[in-house]
């Protein structure tokens, strides 16, 4: 069984803050690491595919780093916002086989 | 450009009946994969379909079933509902290759009393 680990599972942060939380996942067989935000009544949105060890990616405030041999990868916010609100998932590729999800975190600005 | 169409929105079933889920999926994209998100949870895989074939399937059992149209739709039926069926199902489509990340409809909430 594979299992992806988020943390924390949710997270309070001051507006302007920047902030970071973990995905965890089993470091034999990498094939690629998703992260998607999933905002309260919309659908969860592709933020970033990562495949290689030592990938870091950025989109604006976000961004991403990616480690295969220790099964890690860290998603950072920069200055947070209220629109920012919304739950993380991060979601892990072994082989060519299914996208198989964490739980998620919830992350709140506070303003 | 739409992204992915999921209908209906939100249905009631009854324990023992049969519902069927659709997917549009978002054009250019030939892959459909349907997830299960029960409170608390993160996604879970139910099947994958390319090229109107099942190609990967999760853990459900077979009262779980799928189908995917020529023009790329899909549909998720699932026979003899219980009340542990009651969840979010969400449709996500993207090109067969596996770098690309999933474009998600917002999901069908299914209530089963």
């Known amino acids: ?7 924390p599972q949710s997270l309070h942060v001051q507006e302007g803050d920047s902030t970071n939380f973990t995905c965890s996942f089993p470091s034999s067989n990498f094939y690629a690491l998703h992260w998607y935000r999933w905002e309260t009544a919309k659908s969860p949105e592709a933020l970033f595919v990562m495949t ?22 860290y998603l950072y916010i920069k200055g947070s916002q209220p629109e920012d609100s919304a739950t993380y998932l991060c979601a892990f590729r072994f082989g060519n086989e299914k996208l198989t999800f964490g739980t998620g975190t919830r992350l709140t600005i506070i303003p | 450009d739409a992204g992915v169409t999921q209908s209906p929105t939100h249905l009631i079933k009854t324990r023992g009946q049969q519902v069927t889920l659709r997917c549009s999926p978002k054009s250019g994209h030939d892959t459909v994969s349907w997830y299960q998100q029960a409170l608390g949870q993160g996604p879970q895989f139910i099947f994958q379909y390319y090229e109107e074939e099942e190609r990967q399937r999760g853990n459900f059992p077979d009262r779980f079933s799928g189908h995917q149209f020529p023009n790329y739709s899909s549909e998720l039926n699932v026979n003899a509902l219980l009340l542990g069926d009651s969840a979010l199902y969400l449709c996500a489509s993207s090109p067969y290759h596996p770098n690309y ?12 009393v």
């Open chain 1, 1 to 7: 069984i594979l299992n992806v680990e988020q943390s």
């Open chain 1, 52 to 73: 290689l060890n030592g990938d870091e990616k950025k989109k604006g405030r976000i961004s991403a780093t990616l480690n295969t041999k220790e099964g890690y990868s």
């Open chain 2, 101 to 112: 990340g999933y474009t998600f409809g917002s999901g069908t909430r299914l209530t089963v």
